[in-house]
């Protein structure tokens, strides 16, 4: 059997050379791509302690990135609810979502690594627009998969990702949606990983995948904890709430909260892709995980309103943190999603990414309840904004009235 | 037979490296064809056609939904397959009722093995027939769960070796090996090229100074020439997706048969 797990420090540290968090994690990947992925880890290792590359990481954070994005309070909203809403504006970031973070931490990796192309996977687009941004500010080539289903629902960040200089390829087989991207993007690798960096968009996939894309996530959670301490006078918010697919944006602020504080932690997946509310245990992309899967092992098509959490199943770290209880794990339909892009909207002048409004619609739900009873103080995750959505949200509203 | 190379590689050879020894030892090329299980109502049919036309092993695709390894033949069998219905329980069912006499080793993805459980799954591969299994992702970091089941078993896991794969990592991977050791020809997924790689003949090397177990190319290898001039370092051969192709297009039992056979008499005639 492998290695036992390095003892980590923290609930969310280094889950060591085997990539285990608890049981979950590892590198199930074909040998082509073993060294690959051990030459990245060892890559990370050394670019993370290095603190020039965190000084040139977090000055185009924020020279270039817009960070620190601000923390939001929601007057109306609150009022409405009967709950303390305060909003990490991850929509105010570069290309309007946290995936920016992400991609830049990387980008510099790769540079750092020698390698000149980028490949990334997409479902609502968010992450591939990244990447192509960041190959853009550093003068890569980028390709870009995305499942069809998703080119469709999702045109303007295909003509975004194209105008930023990246190529596109529609995938075709499967569910042709993000998880056929992954899919796709991991072949793409085999075959030409001498020059390429795989760029994957979420806490998912092998080692070090989920735990070097939460490092760059972190940041969000970090500011976080200080801003809000900054607000509601040195103490820290009851609850933390984030939307989850691969789980990057709940992954990074967590992460400030997870050690930190005994704030309670709340993941929101999208009802149509539970993998941890309605999945088990399996192996797919890399990681060991929770996975919606059928009584042989084949993995389900996931299906919901936002593309962003159409995937079968969400990052190790979540499961390992679901099973210690540090975090816990909800579901929110597209009904209630809907309704929460528009009270979001309404209430405080901000249009949220559908998967963002996951987070939201669980507030909305739970508020007055025993999970989040009034006069609580809330910090959601608006890990995007919703321009991208706007069009799709229109058709269905009118496709019912 | 007298057990050659148990002390190399300590264990005791099991039926699919015992009978692939003898073979090479006997100085044949050995021939492994693919198939995916359950891609068409005909596939034992085609298992039997297969082994009649010069096959030594055999390897029957588990079909999985995600197959991240296989390019665009294999996935479209694999889709077919899981369409009609397939899982590996029936595949497994329908291997005990045939005997086809060379031994079968099956290729899979882990998640299916999970799910069914270790040891039940490898005791289901034993009572079915199945003498090894492919399970490309299960690196060697992550193989033993399975690979000591496997072995409880008497059934042979097979690791790879990549062309990326660091000359440090071959001798490890080679001596966790059962069965043979299977040398991936290219970087890249299962799919057939106009031209055998340069890699294959490389990687083969290699994995031959490195074991006396046999040592199979697979991935990228099309052709009864590029057969022939993979085995020139090698043992032998997987060919998967030019024969799988084949039947996708209709060749049947028939054109499989032809097919293989048209390696076979080249790999003979050396």
Known sequence: MTAEPTPASSIMGDPGPTGRFGGFGGRFVPESLVPACMELEVAFRSAWADPAFHTELDGILHHYGGRPTPVTECARLSEELGVRVLLKREDLAHTGSHKINNVIGQS?????????????????????????????????????????????????????????????RPISSGSRTLKDAVNEALREWVASVGVTHYCLGSVMGPHPYPWMVREFQRVIGEEARDQCRAILDGSDPDVVVACAGGGSNAAGIFAGFADATSSRLVGVEAAGGAALTGGIPGILHGMHSALIQDEAGQILEASSISAGLDYPGIGPEHAH??????????????????????????????????????????VAAAAGRSELVRGSTVLVNLSGRGDKDVAQVRDLLRGRA | MTVVGAEATGHLPGVLEATLRARRDAGHKLLVPYLTGGMDDQWLVTLEALAGSGADAIEVGLPFSDPMIDGATIQEASLRALQRGTTPDGILADLSRVDVGVPIVVMTYYNLIYRAGHARIAGLMSESGVSGAIVPDLPLEEVDQWAEAADRAGVATVLLVAPSTPQARIGAICDRSRGFVYAVGRMGVTGEQEVLADSAR?????????????????????????????????????????????????????????????????????
């Open chain 1, 321 to 362: 943190l679901a099973e210690l209880g540090r975090a816990h794990y909800v579901s929110a339909d597209d009904e209630e999603v809907l309704e929460a892009f528009q009270l979001l909207a309404r209430t405080e002048g901000i249009i949220p990414a559908l998967e963002s409004a996951h987070a939201i619609a669980w």
């Open chain 1, 108 to 168: 510099l990796l790769a540079r750092r690594m020698g390698k000149t192309r980028l490949i990334a996977e997409t479902g609502a687009g968010q992450h591939g627009v990244a990447t192509a941004t960041a190959a853009a500010l550093f003068g890569m080539e980028c390709v870009v998969y995305m499942g069809e289903v998703d080119t469709r629902r999702q045109e303007l960040n295909v003509f975004r990702m194209e105008l930023l200089g990246a190529e596109v």
């Open chain 2, 202 to 270: 490389l990687v083969a090397g290699w994995v031959s100074s490195s074991t006396d177990l046999p040592v199979c190319v697979g991935i990228g290898v099309s052709t009864p020439e590029q057969a022939v001039e993979v085995c020139g370092v090698a043992d032998g051969v997987v060919v998967g997706s030019a024969l799988v192709r084949r039947l996708l297009e209709g060749d049947g039992p028939e054109g499989a048969a032809a097919f293989i056979s048209s390696l076979r008499v080249a790999l003979d005639a050396g």
